[in-house]
C-alpha cells in the first residue's frame, strides 16, 4: 500500500501554510500525505478547506465567522443559494478572498452523550463527505478544521480518533487527495492529534 507510516515522518512536504508563502516546519509534518498544522485555517493555501458550519450555511461563530469574514461576501451569497445542509452533509463553494480554492462547509453534530453513536456516524459521514469532494473537485490538499470540537462539544479525543480512522480508510482507496492538513487551533488539541495519528498511520 502507498499509506506511508512514521518512517516517512519529517520525509518531504510541501505544506504552504500562511499568507500563501511556503513554509516548511518539520514539526508540521507527519508523513507524506498527513500533517498536522497548528494556526488559522483561513491563512491556510490548499485546494479545499472544510468549514465547521452550521445546518443554514449562512455563517456563524468560531472557525465559520473567521473564513466567511476572510472570503469577503461573495461566499455568503453562494452560501444563500445552497439551500442549507443537514448534519453529517458537506457543500463546496469557491474560497473567493482566501487563500484556499475551495471550502467544504460541513455541519458536525452537535454532542450529546445520550447520542453517542448517532454523533459518530455523522462525525464520520462529514470527513468521508467532505474527502470524497475534495476527490470529486480535482483533489490535491485538504485542510480540516476540528470539526464539533468547539462550540458543538465533542470531546476532542474522541473526534480526533474518528477524523484519522476515516482518512485512513479514505486514502487507502485514494490518489487523488495528496495531502491531508489537520489545522488545529490549540497546543492541547494539537498533542491529542499527535497522539492519535501514530494508531493508524503505524511505525514499521
Ligand atoms: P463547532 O461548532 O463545529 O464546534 P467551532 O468553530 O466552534 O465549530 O470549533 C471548531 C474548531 O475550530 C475548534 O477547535 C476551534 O478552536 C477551531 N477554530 C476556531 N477558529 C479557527 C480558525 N480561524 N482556524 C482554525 N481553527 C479554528
Not at 516517512?8 to 498544522?37: C, F, M, P, Q, T
Not at 453529517?88 to 480554492?101: A, D, F, M, N
Request: aromatic share 8%.
Amino acid at each position: 500500500s502507498d499509506i506511508p507510516t512514521l518512517a516517512d515522518l519529517y520525509s518531504s512536504g510541501e505544506v504552504v501554510a500562511g499568507d500563501g508563502e511556503v513554509k516548511y516546519n518539520h514539526d508540521e509534518v507527519l508523513n507524506k500525505r498527513v500533517s498536522i498544522w497548528r494556526g488559522d485555517i483561513t491563512k491556510l493555501k490548499a485546494d479545499m478547506i472544510v468549514n465547521a458550519a452550521n445546518s443554514s450555511l449562512l455563517g456563524g461563530g468560531g472557525v465559520d465567522g473567521a473564513i466567511h469574514r476572510a472570503a469577503g461576501p461573495e461566499l455568503l451569497d453562494e452560501c444563500k443559494g445552497l439551500g442549507g445542509a443537514e448534519t453529517g452533509e458537506t457543500k463546496v463553494t469557491r474560497g473567493y478572498e482566501l487563500p484556499s480554492k475551495y471550502v467544504a462547509h460541513t455541519v458536525g453534530p452537535i454532542y450529546s452523550s445520550k447520542h453517542k453513536e448517532k454523533c459518530q456516524n455523522q462525525l464520520q459521514s462529514c470527513y468521508e463527505s467532505s474527502l470524497n469532494l475534495c476527490k470529486k473537485y480535482d483533489g490535491g490538499v485538504i485542510g480540516f478544521s476540528s470539526i464539533s470540537t468547539g462550540v458543538y462539544g465533542y470531546p476532542i479525543k474522541d473526534a480526533t480518533e474518528i477524523a484519522i480512522k476515516t482518512t485512513r480508510k479514505f486514502l487507502e482507496n485514494d490518489q487523488s487527495v495528496t495531502r491531508v492538513i489537520y489545522v488545529v487551533f490549540s497546543k492541547k488539541d494539537e498533542e491529542v492529534y499527535k497522539s492519535v495519528i501514530p494508531n493508524y498511520f503505524p511505525p514499521p
